[in-house]
Nanobody, 125 residues
Framework: VQLQAFGGGLVQAGGSLKLSCAAS????????MGWFRQAPGKEREFVAG????????DYPDSMKGRFTISRDNALNTLSLQMNSLKPEDTAVYFC???????????????????WGQGTEVTVSS
């Protein structure tokens, strides 16, 4: 499956941004999806995950209540709504897909099979 992430940009602290990821090539609903981010000099970090049918989601504690992941299997799209952004949210954000069972979500980057190219988010203080 090919993934293309977009929607990044520059936003002030406290602001909001919505990232999107367009999927193509294979049956989108067969894949659990995730968002990860990587800041300069840091390891790739799990941001959010969603099951194949969208019924289950998972977030790290630092993002619960601020970020919302969603998907539209009819449109082959994945989204990440980010609110109350902080300067420490600055990073390149990646969408990723993994072949999975219907309710499966993974927080581990190495378990994902396909990656988008990343979209840069900068939060100014």
């Amino acid at each position: 499956v090919q993934l293309q992430a977009f929607g990044g940009g520059l936003v002030q602290a406290g602001g909001s941004l919505k990232l999107s990821c367009a999927a193509s090539g294979r049956t989108f609903s067969n894949y659990a999806m995730g968002w990860f981010r990587q800041a300069p000099g840091k390891e790739r970090e799990f941001v959010a995950g969603i099951s194949r049918d969208g019924s289950r989601t998972d977030y790290p504690d630092s993002m619960k209540g601020r970020f919302t992941i969603s998907r539209d299997n009819a449109l082959n799209t994945l989204s990440l709504q980010m609110n109350s952004l902080k300067p420490e949210d600055t990073a390149v954000y990646f969408c990723a897909a993994r072949w999975a069972n219907i309710n499966d979500i993974s927080t581990t980057a190495r378990t994902y099979d396909y990656w988008g190219q990343g979209t840069e988010v900068t939060v100014s203080s």
